[in-house]
């Protein structure tokens, strides 16, 4: 395997004749000048290219739907096709709350002037409030219909209900949203809710997310470089080289089909940290090697220490992407696919690209400043208090392992959202007034009885009430509902059951009826809209309970849908593949540990360490009650990488000066002494470059950023302390003093 890794290096860094020995003499001179090369212009020229292709040719806007959580090959969204071949869909809604004195006749021309608008723009399919489709407002507050549609509790407000097609509605919600700006008052404030509305504002929040910190993590990660390395030449390389590897996997992707979405809005800023892990180490052994004056070709020795623990740094980093391939939810497979390209991109152009600058720069021979010095000042520190940082973070270990189990996977929908914002404001007074969250209920009779007859019409009535009656629901529209609504109409009472239905099917009303029950009257659709404020229990268990009172009333609950439904089946396979999935990772790192220490007792040690990265991330999440959502949640797996990564590194070096007969006793801490310039330098810049993902207006990325920050710390701790600490355990007193 080394013979192989040797052949490709040399494959690689064979020195093309780019500098006389006059240039070299010249550029020695001064330590802060480096010349380019042949080799080096063509890497600009590419990357001007490739920035040219990326703007022009890739779509880098975040595009969320609203069937976001899952494919539509994923057995969880198969009831939501079910339901759409058996009844005609008309849940995909937008609403506006209008607050004012909705018994004036100006509050309802106000109401009739919105919605007249309102139908006309393409991408509405429909509009329905106290002007378009109650005769008025007395009638509305009597319907059993249009009072629990349109009227909000306090009957302080009223809804304007606005059916969307889902192919136009990101491109009609902000003609939407100028209208309510235009038409809101004192005495007619309007409030915009919905999950399409919500889908449009996540999009939003992604796309200033990624155009700002891509720009400031660009900033904070260039000048840590500069200020640890103090050179130009490196510095740019570091730019051309983890630039390069953002964008070419962004237009790999883009030729894949993949888009960029919920999680892959933050894939440039992963893939610059996987290219800048493998530049970090690679830029310190050189330095070493310039030390040590052994060589006169300190890069290709550097990429020969450094390119076999960064090959297995990708492959771990592969592996847990590839993990998130397995599972069946939309994001996290877009995540992983998207990974396993950066993956291999990173390394890529770690060592296609970097080694042509790092071979333009000279030694750098210049003082100490005070930046070494505060390094050295901490290093000396942590060096004496080492006892208690190996006591402290085994003794967090421990405190967080039980909340692993308390981990809040399924957070409110109102979670997204910033406290006291104006979205977020809105969102609960329509959740307040008739839930915000949809769930879909398609029931049938246990005897197998048609829904079209009187005895039907009653049990499908016990069922509504008992429905309403629970806490976690809001409105409910059904069938029953919309009977009721029709036998208000002059001489209906005459009608039978079958022929209003069939009356309700026709053109001229909207065939609403096609909506809740099947053309074989066999089986109907209970629309819920559910509350999101005061949830304390996971969704699924929320439906668990609905499901019961289903089959207390005599129905059978034949299929569930809704996005409530898909964001409570989206948090069981967070907590599934975040949780229970970390531990498969850790099994395969256990694996490559063994392959890269050859021990099975140091493979053993190095389990234990990484173990404990993402128990203390995941336990102290859960602890602080933090959501971990969707976004936030591959933190984790980052951070475990982060801890992988640094000890693979640690223990080829070990394996190295263990080969040259060193004295058993200082192995370790020469070992350390070593990396602790770079694992310092790469956690410093995980802290500060995703310590900006906090300034955010989104939680969700507040949460990740903040996650990988702490876990990028841990993680250095445990490689630097814990895991020297467990392997000395493993070798024995005698092997590794």
């Given at each position: 395997?080394?013979?192989?890794?040797?052949?490709?290096?040399?494959?690689?860094l064979?020195?093309?004749?780019?500098?006389?020995?006059?240039?070299?003499?010249?550029?020695?001179?001064?330590?802060?000048?480096?010349?380019?090369?042949?080799?080096?212009?063509?890497?600009?020229?590419?990357?001007?290219?490739?920035?040219?292709?990326?703007?022009?040719?890739v779509?880098?806007v975040?595009?969320?739907?609203?069937?976001?959580?899952?494919?539509?090959?994923d057995?969880?969204?198969?009831?939501?096709?079910?339901?759409?071949?058996?009844?005609?869909?008309?849940?995909?809604?937008?609403i506006?709350?209008?607050?004012?004195?909705?018994?004036?006749?100006?509050?309802?021309?106000?109401?009739?002037?919105?919605?007249?608008?309102?139908?006309?723009?393409?991408?509405?399919?429909?509009?329905?409030?106290?002007?378009?489709?109650?005769?008025?407002?007395?009638?509305?507050?009597?319907?059993?219909?249009?009072?629990?549609?349109?009227?909000?509790?306090?009957?302080?407000?009223?809804?304007?209900?606005?059916?969307?097609?889902?192919?136009?509605?990101?491109?009609?919600?902000?003609?939407?949203?100028?209208?309510?700006?235009?038409?809101?008052?004192?005495?007619?404030?309007?409030?915009?809710?919905?999950?399409?509305?919500?889908?449009?504002?996540?999009?939003?929040?992604?796309?200033?997310?990624?155009?700002?910190?891509?720009?400031?993590?660009?900033?904070?990660?260039?000048?840590?470089?500069?200020?640890?390395?103090?050179?130009?030449?490196?510095?740019?390389?570091?730019?051309?080289?983890?630039?390069?590897?953002?964008?070419?996997?962004?237009?790999?992707?883009?030729?894949?089909?993949?888009?960029?979405?919920?999680?892959?809005?933050?894939?440039?800023?992963?893939?610059?940290?996987?290219?800048?892990?493998?530049?970090?180490?690679?830029?310190?052994?050189?330095?070493?090697?310039?030390?040590?004056?052994?060589?006169?070709?300190?890069?290709?020795?550097?990429?020969?220490?450094?390119f076999?623990?960064?090959?297995?740094?990708?492959?771990?980093?592969l592996?847990?992407?590839?993990?998130?391939?397995?599972?069946?939810?939309?994001?996290l497979?877009?995540?992983?696919?998207?990974?396993?390209?950066?993956?291999?991109?990173?390394?890529?152009?770690?060592?296609?690209?970097?080694?042509?600058?790092?071979?333009?720069?000279?030694?750098?021979?210049?003082?100490?400043?005070?930046?070494?010095?505060?390094?050295?000042?901490?290093?000396?520190f942590l060096?004496?208090?080492?006892?208690?940082?190996?006591?402290?973070?085994?003794?967090?270990?421990?405190?967080?392992?039980?909340?692993?189990?308390?981990?809040?996977?399924?957070?409110?929908?109102?979670?997204?959202?910033?406290?006291?914002?104006?979205?977020?404001?809105?969102?609960?007074?329509?959740?307040?007034?008739?839930?915000?969250?949809?769930?879909?209920?398609?029931?049938?009779?246990?005897?197998?009885?048609?829904?079209?007859?009187?005895?039907?019409?009653?049990?499908?009535?016990?069922?509504?009430?008992?429905?309403?009656?629970?806490?976690?629901v809001?409105?409910?529209?059904?069938?029953?509902?919309?009977?009721?609504?029709?036998?208000?109409?002059?001489?209906?009472?005459?009608?039978?059951?079958?022929?209003?239905?069939?009356?309700?099917?026709?053109?001229?009303?909207d065939?609403?009826?096609?909506?809740?029950?099947?053309?074989?009257?066999?089986?109907?659709?209970?629309?819920?809209?559910?509350?999101?404020?005061?949830?304390?229990?996971?969704?699924?268990?929320?439906?668990?309970?609905?499901?019961?009172?289903?089959?207390?009333?005599?129905?059978?609950?034949?299929?569930?849908?809704?996005?409530?439904?898909l964001?409570?089946?989206?948090?069981?396979?967070?907590?599934?593949?975040?949780?229970?999935?970390?531990?498969?990772?850790?099994?395969?790192?256990?694996?490559?540990?063994?392959?890269?220490?050859?021990?099975?007792?140091?493979?053993?040690?190095?389990t234990?360490?990484?173990?404990?990265?993402?128990?203390?991330?995941?336990?102290t999440?859960?602890?602080?009650?933090?959501?971990?959502?969707?976004?936030?949640a591959?933190?984790?797996?980052?951070?475990?990488?982060?801890?992988?990564?640094?000890?693979?590194?640690?223990?080829?070096?070990?394996?190295?000066?263990?080969?040259?007969n060193?004295?058993?006793?200082?192995?370790?801490?020469?070992?350390?002494?070593?990396?602790?310039?770079?694992?310092?330098?790469?956690?410093?810049?995980?802290?500060?470059?995703?310590?900006?993902?906090?300034?955010?207006?989104?939680?969700?990325?507040?949460?990740?950023?903040?996650?990988?920050?702490?876990?990028?710390?841990?993680?250095?701790?445990?490689?630097?302390?814990?895991?020297?600490?467990?392997?000395?355990?493993?070798?024995?007193?005698d092997?590794?003093?």
């Amino acid at each position: 395997m080394n013979q192989l890794y040797r052949g490709i290096i040399d494959f690689i860094l064979t020195p093309p004749k780019i500098r006389s020995r006059r240039q070299v003499n010249k550029s020695m001179m001064n330590p802060y000048i480096f010349k380019l090369s042949k080799e080096v212009r063509v890497f600009l020229g590419l990357t001007i290219i490739s920035a040219l292709v990326l703007f022009n040719y890739v779509n880098l806007v975040p595009r969320v739907d609203n069937n976001f959580f899952f494919s539509s090959s994923d057995p969880q969204f198969q009831d939501e096709i079910l339901i759409s071949h058996l009844f005609v869909r008309k849940d995909t809604l937008l609403i506006i709350n209008a607050t004012g004195p909705i018994e004036s006749s100006v509050y309802m021309q106000k109401v009739n002037d919105l919605g007249q608008i309102l139908v006309k723009l393409r991408g509405i399919t429909g509009v329905k409030s106290i002007a378009r489709g109650p005769q008025d407002i007395q009638n509305a507050l009597q319907s059993p219909l249009w009072h629990r549609l349109l009227i909000a509790k306090d009957q302080r407000s009223t809804n304007i209900i606005i059916l969307l097609q889902d192919s136009f509605s990101y491109a009609v919600i902000p003609k939407i949203e100028k209208l309510v700006s235009q038409y809101s008052r004192p005495d007619f404030q309007l409030i915009m809710s919905g999950p399409p509305y919500i889908v449009e504002l996540i999009s939003r929040h992604l796309l200033k997310d990624i155009t700002l910190f891509t720009l400031l993590a660009l900033i904070i990660f260039g000048g840590v470089i500069f200020l640890i390395f103090r050179s130009k030449g490196i510095l740019f390389g570091v730019i051309i080289s983890c630039m390069n590897a953002s964008m070419w996997t962004l237009m790999i992707i883009h030729i894949l089909g993949i888009k960029i979405g919920l999680l892959t809005a933050n894939l440039a800023t992963i893939v610059f940290v996987l290219t800048l892990s493998h530049i970090i180490f690679l830029t310190f052994n050189w330095k070493y090697f310039c030390s040590q004056a052994q060589s006169p070709d300190h890069v290709k020795e550097a990429v020969h220490l450094t390119f076999s623990p960064s090959f297995w740094c990708m492959s771990t980093s592969l592996l847990g992407f590839l993990s998130l391939l397995l599972v069946p939810a939309q994001p996290l497979k877009e995540l992983g696919a998207s990974g396993i390209v950066g993956s291999l991109v990173a390394l890529s152009a770690a060592y296609g690209i970097y080694p042509a600058f790092l071979r333009m720069v000279n030694p750098i021979s210049s003082k100490r400043n005070c930046l070494d010095r505060f390094q050295e000042k901490m290093e000396y520190f942590l060096e004496k208090k080492k006892k208690l940082i190996i006591f402290s973070i085994l003794a967090l270990f421990l405190a967080a392992l039980p909340g692993l189990w308390k981990a809040n996977t399924d957070p409110s929908l109102l979670s997204y959202f910033a406290k006291n914002s104006n979205i977020e404001k809105g969102l609960v007074f329509i959740d307040h007034n008739g839930g915000s969250s949809p769930l879909i209920l398609v029931i049938k009779t246990t005897s197998g009885e048609k829904l079209d007859t009187n005895k039907a019409y009653g049990q499908l009535w016990e069922l509504q009430k008992s429905l309403e009656q629970n806490p976690a629901v809001g409105t409910v529209i059904s069938l029953p509902v919309l009977m009721a609504e029709a036998k208000l109409a002059p001489f209906a009472s005459f009608l039978s059951w079958e022929w209003l239905l069939n009356i309700l099917k026709q053109t001229q009303f909207d065939e609403i009826a096609n909506s809740f029950i099947t053309e074989d009257h066999q089986e109907g659709l209970f629309l819920l809209r559910m509350n999101e404020s005061n949830r304390t229990i996971p969704r699924l268990e929320v439906i668990n309970e609905i499901k019961k009172i289903v089959s207390a009333n005599g129905f059978t609950t034949e299929l569930v849908g809704g996005i409530y439904s898909l964001q409570g089946h989206l948090s069981k396979l967070i907590a599934t593949s975040v949780i229970f999935g970390l531990g498969q990772l850790i099994i395969i790192f256990s694996l490559i540990a063994w392959i890269v220490s050859r021990s099975l007792k140091i493979a053993f040690a190095i389990t234990l360490s990484i173990c404990v990265i993402p128990v203390i991330v995941i336990g102290t999440v859960s602890w602080l009650r933090i959501p971990l959502d969707i976004v936030s949640a591959p933190a984790c797996n980052i951070a475990l990488g982060l801890g992988i990564d640094s000890m693979i590194h640690m223990i080829r070096f070990y394996r190295r000066q263990k080969n040259k007969n060193e004295d058993n006793a200082l192995l370790w801490q020469s070992t350390r002494h070593h990396f602790w310039q770079p694992i310092g330098t790469f956690t410093l810049v995980m802290v500060l470059g995703f310590g900006i993902f906090t300034l955010s207006d989104f939680p969700s990325t507040q949460r990740f950023g903040a996650a990988v920050a702490f876990g990028a710390l841990i993680a250095a701790l445990t490689a630097l302390f814990v895991m020297p600490f467990l392997s000395r355990r493993a070798w024995g007193k005698d092997d590794c003093g």
